[in-house]
């Protein structure tokens, strides 16, 4: 006799099978009903927590077919270890996302005043700005700066993000951002004269950055101060592998490269 299934449900009706996937620590999900997308931080027994890149978490259940993972339907499900699980951090102090692939460039850019800048923001922000697609370019100077932001054009998909050295009431970096319009490009800076002073004085080793006399190059004068070699290119190198996190920085940088990523990944 042939045996028949007790399920009568015509098979193109039947949902399709979704695979299992372990909440680990770090693995960045969807919730569809809320549109809440965040990182893993903490599984227990019939619920996840996630964390969203602006440190907002929120509980959800684990239910069949509950989450999005690369836009597709999962089932997420308890580790096997079966304890909570702990993220790591990046440099930044984001959750860190193993195995993630860089995103496809946006057409958004963040500018920066020089290599060293650049240098200093990719490594401790290069784990997040590869997540999401942000692309840092860096000036030779912001002299030219409404010129350069004209010419890049920025919309609403193409945000312009631009990082000042010396930003200060009264100063000339001041006028020249006070002369850029555009809402869709932000001009933002930190206070100290040159990068390396966003870097905190006990990651390298010293009391204090010197002064320097107006009129004189800034880093020069620095590395006479302390009795550094005048090689400033290798001694920036030098001081950029003393930072190993955002916690070796100053916060009047941290609080401005943040500001620029939400401003140029937030629609």
């Known amino acids: 006799m042939r045996q028949y299934s007790a399920d009568l449900?015509?098979?193109?009706?039947?949902?399709?099978?979704?695979?299992e996937v372990p909440a680990e620590a770090g693995l960045v999900v969807e919730e569809p009903?809320?549109?809440?997308?965040?990182?893993?931080?903490?599984?227990?027994?019939?619920?996840?927590?996630l964390e969203d890149r602006f440190g907002k978490h929120r509980v959800f259940p684990l239910e069949p077919r509950g989450f999005l993972l690369e836009g597709r339907v999962v089932t997420l499900v308890r580790p096997p270890s079966?304890?909570?699980v702990r993220p790591t951090r990046t440099a930044s102090g984001s959750v860190a996302v193993?195995?993630?692939?860089?995103?496809v460039a946006r057409a958004g850019r963040i500018y920066v005043e020089g290599?060293?800048?650049a240098e200093l923001v990719e490594k401790v922000w290069g784990d997040d700005l590869r997540v999401e697609g942000v692309v840092v370019e860096y000036l030779e100077g912001v002299d030219d700066l409404p010129a350069i932001v004209a010419e890049f054009a920025p919309g609403p998909d193409a945000k312009l993000g631009v990082l000042v050295d010396h930003l200060v009431p009264g100063t000339k970096e001041w006028r020249i951002a006070q002369a850029v319009t555009s809402e869709h490009a932000l001009v933002v800076g930190h206070p100290y004269i040159d990068i390396w002073e966003a870097v905190k004085p006990s990651a390298?080793?010293?009391?204090?950055?010197?002064?320097?006399?107006?009129?004189?190059?800034?880093?020069?004068?620095?590395c006479r101060a302390l009795g550094w070699p005048?090689?400033?290119g290798a001694v920036w190198q030098a001081i950029l592998k003393r930072v190993g996190s955002y916690k070796d920085l100053e916060p009047e940088l941290l609080g401005r490269v943040e500001e620029?990523?939400?401003?140029?990944?937030?629609?």
């Open 9 to 19: 449900t015509p098979p193109w009706k039947r949902p399709k099978p979704v695979p």
């Open 33 to 49: 009903g809320t549109g809440f997308c965040g990182a893993v931080i903490r599984c227990e027994a019939g619920t996840v927590t």
């Open 82 to 84: 079966g304890g909570p």
């Open 98 to 103: 193993p195995g993630a692939r860089a995103r």
């Open 115 to 117: 290599r060293h800048d």
């Open 204 to 222: 390298v080793g010293i009391e204090a950055w010197p002064r320097v006399p107006r009129g004189q190059d800034w880093k020069t004068g620095v």
């Open 230 to 232: 005048e090689n400033t």
């Open 260 to 267: 620029l990523i939400d401003f140029v990944t937030v629609s």
